[in-house]
Nanobody, 126 residues
Framework: QVQLVESGGGLVQPGGSLILSCAAS????????MGWFRQAPGSERECVAV????????YYADSVKGRFTIFRDNAKNTVFLQMASLKPEDTAVYYC???????????????????WGQGTQVTVSS
């Protein structure tokens, strides 16, 4: 059983920065593709960023490309989402998720992920 716990969310001003963390336990973290998703009120959950197990391949949604960076520390079983130049439309609950299938594919659908964290709220407002 894999458990994922997000932290680092909060209230920031437009243009500000924030780093989210997701700590994993109970599995083989270094073999999992990890994703960050977000869901705003009334909206579908969308993929924000994905990082391959080795950290060598990454994906970003067009809406965050150039502003967000996903990275991981496999020695600490942790994946991060560094967010900069934040906009009000970035406001959402952010979730981390683990893809344990081992197919060496970067998936952007929620269906591709087996374990999810509880989510952390990010609010961008003046």
């Amino acid at each position: 059983q894999v458990q994922l716990v997000e932290s680092g969310g909060g209230l920031v001003q437009p243009g500000g920065s924030l780093i989210l963390s997701c700590a994993a336990s109970g599995g083989i973290f270094s073999s999992y593709t990890m994703g960050w998703f977000r869901q705003a009120p009334g909206s579908e959950r969308e993929c924000v960023a994905v990082i391959f197990a080795s950290g060598g391949s990454r994906y970003y949604a067009d809406s965050v490309k150039g502003r967000f960076t996903i990275f991981r520390d496999n020695a600490k079983n942790t994946v991060f989402l560094q967010m900069a130049s934040l906009k009000p439309e970035d406001t959402a609950v952010y979730y981390c998720a683990a893809d344990t299938a081992g197919y060496r594919l970067i998936r952007t659908s929620t269906a591709g992920y087996d374990y999810w964290g509880q989510g952390t709220q990010v609010t961008v407002s003046s």
